[in-house]
């Protein structure tokens, strides 16, 4: 009853209010309303037909961050969506990481130690995490990959299973249109010995495409010990083999030397990771008038060496942690229209995953085992949409999801989108998300259990949005709710910590975003979500605001925002929050049709503030440098 009642006072006070999905302000500030999105469909879908949230970062705003990192410029532009950080560069894994990612107050840690799980990233559709820890690897996600990034805000479990209950963010990789060679060299160094390089050639001949792209990027960051270093390569290779058939295959290998510090109130010594990710796919696709689909295999590993640390008055350890883990997929879908207004997509995902880990004597000697699991995952799922007229689109789909240790998972979702004259759009979705416990806390650690359940949630989404004509201004709203059970926390049982399923969360919110081409040369937008939480979550904020301005003309491009972040949770016990107002400034100045000069300055107020309890931010930073063309 009480998510009934919401809903309907959701219904009933929209008569009035200025609300909607948020609209692509990413790119330029203006938003085309019939836009073209593959994440929530997995065939290419005009947004206007799909009821859920979808927002686009595109690459000219990637590209105009002028950060190595995909996270930052997320965390902007996306409302709701909110990334961990712990200094200029890099993030890190295990204790004192950062590029904990929460959407709605979902996928972040409910507890200090407990990575993302609940947010899923994928790249070209593939699901990226580790296989044994279950989340995501910060670091791997470098803006040299992206062509554009599609956030999907709500759960998309439906189409991609466990980990997606809060969202997914899904990193579309890059690709040459035009024949030819384009070639694009990014430096860069500023603050604290920080230096960031990239490199990436694009070729078309004909059928042929190519992308070969790689990056170094290194500080010593703003205190001692917290020096970060980092390589990374991507390549991918395609060919249309017909009209209807093409096929493409990629790798995409980053490795990073991190240091952590510790809190400033419990410094630690020697903290040192060296930690390796990779991934391949091969994917055939095919695209025909009325039906489309691909069949795609990808493989992801990982190599993780951690020195823990030890304390002022310890012994050093004696031994290293080592993990390696890996995980395969095989992914098929197929999408037709019946008849007409009608798509009808049915699809089945394998996964395999797992890997072990261990405790490595430094004087040689036997090793310690820890864990060697591996799980795997079987699921169908069915998506169906029909067109009612011109004005009406219904949308519904279920999965049946087997994971192999905790059992089976029926998954539905549905929504409508009414699309009104003067470009306006109304949506409603309502839908299941889950997340299935992860090795670790089935196996690994202390407070291992194996008898747990997968976590769930149900979400609830009224959106808004209405473009003017001309695309010059573009605004929206939408308001949610989502009510979960079984999470995953940690509670002392008999005398000890054990994983359960014992948490609850509620979370109810607002996310606003607006864009106004002012003119050729000048253009705005703004962006503002609120987040009510019963129970507290870190690294969700409940006041989350940007605004900028952007001026491009001729030679010169110049982009300043501010944004505010107020009751961020940076540590639940005892209970600490942050509040801050950091203003960036971004500009660059083309000498040649083949040079640019760049510049980038960050928290140019100079504000003092934490985000992980114990690793204040650094102050005022700044990094130039060029960028080259031929």
């Given at each position: 009853m009480k998510k009934i009642s919401f809903l309907c006072l959701l219904i009933g006070g929209f008569v009035t209010a200025r609300a909607g999905e948020a609209p692509d302000s990413l790119q330029g500030g203006s938003y085309d309303i019939g836009e073209v999105v593959i994440t929530g469909t997995r065939n290419e879908t005009d947004i206007r037909h799909l009821p859920m949230t979808v927002s686009v970062v595109g690459r000219e705003r990637i590209e105009r961050g002028f950060q190595p990192s995909l996270l930052p410029v997320l965390t902007e532009q996306v409302p709701g969506l909110f990334v961990t950080g712990r200094g200029m560069m890099g993030y890190g894994v295990s204790g004192g990481a950062a590029g904990q990612m929460s959407l709605r107050g979902i996928g972040g840690p409910a507890q200090a130690g407990v990575p993302t799980t609940g947010l899923?990233?994928?790249?070209?559709?593939?699901?990226?995490?580790?296989?044994l820890f279950g989340h995501p690897i910060s670091d791997a996600y470098q803006s040299m990959l992206a062509e554009r990034v599609e956030v999907l805000r709500g759960p998309a479990s439906v189409l991609y299973g466990s980990n997606a209950m809060g969202g997914v963010v899904n990193i579309v990789t890059r690709r040459q249109r035009e024949d030819g060679v384009r070639t694009n060299v990014h430096a860069g160094y500023g603050s604290y010995n920080t230096l960031e390089t990239e490199f990436t050639n694009r070729v078309k001949a004909g059928r042929f495409t190519s992308v070969v792209s790689g990056s170094y990027n290194r500080t010593d960051g703003h205190r001692a010990d917290m020096g970060f270093e980092q390589y990374g390569g991507y390549a991918k290779l395609g060919y249309e083999i017909s009209e209807a058939w093409n096929v493409r295959a990629d790798v995409n290998l980053t490795h990073f030397n991190a240091s952590n510090p510790g809190e400033t109130f419990d410094p630690l010594i020697d903290n040192?990771?060296?930690?390796?990710?990779?991934?391949?796919s091969f994917a055939l696709q095919n695209r025909y008038e009325k039906t489309s689909g691909a069949l795609s295999f990808f493989y992801n590993w990982g190599k993780h060496r951690i020195d823990d640390g030890y304390h002022a008055d310890e012994e050093p350890l004696d031994y290293r942690f080592h993990s390696r883990d890996r995980m395969l997929g095989v992914s098929w879908y197929q999408s037709v229209q019946l008849f007409r207004g009608n798509r009808l997509t049915v699809g089945v995902d394998y996964f395999r995953f797992?890997?072990?880990?261990?405790?490595?004597?430094?004087?040689?000697?036997?090793?310690?085992?820890?864990?060697?699991k591996v799980q795997n995952e079987v699921a169908g799922y069915v998506d169906f949409r029909q067109n009612?007229?011109?004005?009406?689109?219904?949308?519904?789909?279920?999965?049946?999801?087997?994971?192999?240790h905790v059992g089976t998972e029926w998954v539905p979702q549905a929504g409508v989108s009414f699309r009104l004259p003067a470009g306006a759009a109304i949506k409603l979705t309502a839908g299941k998300g889950f997340r299935y416990p992860t090795i670790r806390e089935l196996y690994m650690f202390r407070p291992a259990n194996p008898d747990l359940r997968p976590e769930r949630l149900w979400s609830y989404e009224l959106a808004f949005s209405?473009?003017?004509?001309?695309?010059?201004?573009?605004y929206g709203v939408n308001v949610f709710y989502i009510d979960g059970e079984n999470l995953i926390v940690r509670m002392p049982v008999s005398g000890r910590p054990l994983n359960i399923n014992t948490g609850k969360i509620e979370n109810a919110g607002i996310e606003?975003?607006?864009?106004?081409?002012?003119?050729?040369?000048?253009s705005a937008d703004a962006n503002y979500s609120y987040l009510h939480m019963e129970n507290p979550v870190l690294a969700a904020p409940e006041h989350k605001l940007y605004a900028g301005a952007s001026f491009h003309k001729k030679r010169w491009f110049v982009s300043t925002g501010v944004q505010?972040?107020?009751?961020?949770?940076?540590s639940l016990d005892p209970a600490q929050t942050e509040d801050f107002v950091l203003w960036n400034l971004r500009g660059s100045f083309r000498a040649a049709r083949w040079l640019d000069f760049w510049i980038r300055g960050e928290n140019l107020l100079a504000q003092r503030y934490e985000i992980n309890a114990g690793f204040p931010m650094p102050k005022a930073t700044a990094v130039a440098g060029v960028n080259v063309r031929f």
């Amino acid at each position: 009853m009480k998510k009934i009642s919401f809903l309907c006072l959701l219904i009933g006070g929209f008569v009035t209010a200025r609300a909607g999905e948020a609209p692509d302000s990413l790119q330029g500030g203006s938003y085309d309303i019939g836009e073209v999105v593959i994440t929530g469909t997995r065939n290419e879908t005009d947004i206007r037909h799909l009821p859920m949230t979808v927002s686009v970062v595109g690459r000219e705003r990637i590209e105009r961050g002028f950060q190595p990192s995909l996270l930052p410029v997320l965390t902007e532009q996306v409302p709701g969506l909110f990334v961990t950080g712990r200094g200029m560069m890099g993030y890190g894994v295990s204790g004192g990481a950062a590029g904990q990612m929460s959407l709605r107050g979902i996928g972040g840690p409910a507890q200090a130690g407990v990575p993302t799980t609940g947010l899923l990233v994928l790249i070209d559709g593939h699901p990226q995490y580790m296989g044994l820890f279950g989340h995501p690897i910060s670091d791997a996600y470098q803006s040299m990959l992206a062509e554009r990034v599609e956030v999907l805000r709500g759960p998309a479990s439906v189409l991609y299973g466990s980990n997606a209950m809060g969202g997914v963010v899904n990193i579309v990789t890059r690709r040459q249109r035009e024949d030819g060679v384009r070639t694009n060299v990014h430096a860069g160094y500023g603050s604290y010995n920080t230096l960031e390089t990239e490199f990436t050639n694009r070729v078309k001949a004909g059928r042929f495409t190519s992308v070969v792209s790689g990056s170094y990027n290194r500080t010593d960051g703003h205190r001692a010990d917290m020096g970060f270093e980092q390589y990374g390569g991507y390549a991918k290779l395609g060919y249309e083999i017909s009209e209807a058939w093409n096929v493409r295959a990629d790798v995409n290998l980053t490795h990073f030397n991190a240091s952590n510090p510790g809190e400033t109130f419990d410094p630690l010594i020697d903290n040192d990771q060296e930690i390796t990710r990779g991934m391949t796919s091969f994917a055939l696709q095919n695209r025909y008038e009325k039906t489309s689909g691909a069949l795609s295999f990808f493989y992801n590993w990982g190599k993780h060496r951690i020195d823990d640390g030890y304390h002022a008055d310890e012994e050093p350890l004696d031994y290293r942690f080592h993990s390696r883990d890996r995980m395969l997929g095989v992914s098929w879908y197929q999408s037709v229209q019946l008849f007409r207004g009608n798509r009808l997509t049915v699809g089945v995902d394998y996964f395999r995953f797992g890997g072990k880990s261990w405790n490595q004597p430094l004087d040689g000697g036997e090793r310690t085992p820890q864990v060697d699991k591996v799980q795997n995952e079987v699921a169908g799922y069915v998506d169906f949409r029909q067109n009612v007229g011109s004005r009406f689109t219904f949308d519904a789909g279920i999965r049946v999801d087997r994971h192999s240790h905790v059992g089976t998972e029926w998954v539905p979702q549905a929504g409508v989108s009414f699309r009104l004259p003067a470009g306006a759009a109304i949506k409603l979705t309502a839908g299941k998300g889950f997340r299935y416990p992860t090795i670790r806390e089935l196996y690994m650690f202390r407070p291992a259990n194996p008898d747990l359940r997968p976590e769930r949630l149900w979400s609830y989404e009224l959106a808004f949005s209405q473009q003017s004509p001309g695309g010059r201004l573009s605004y929206g709203v939408n308001v949610f709710y989502i009510d979960g059970e079984n999470l995953i926390v940690r509670m002392p049982v008999s005398g000890r910590p054990l994983n359960i399923n014992t948490g609850k969360i509620e979370n109810a919110g607002i996310e606003a975003q607006i864009a106004y081409r002012v003119s050729e040369a000048w253009s705005a937008d703004a962006n503002y979500s609120y987040l009510h939480m019963e129970n507290p979550v870190l690294a969700a904020p409940e006041h989350k605001l940007y605004a900028g301005a952007s001026f491009h003309k001729k030679r010169w491009f110049v982009s300043t925002g501010v944004q505010y972040v107020s009751g961020l949770y940076k540590s639940l016990d005892p209970a600490q929050t942050e509040d801050f107002v950091l203003w960036n400034l971004r500009g660059s100045f083309r000498a040649a049709r083949w040079l640019d000069f760049w510049i980038r300055g960050e928290n140019l107020l100079a504000q003092r503030y934490e985000i992980n309890a114990g690793f204040p931010m650094p102050k005022a930073t700044a990094v130039a440098g060029v960028n080259v063309r031929f």
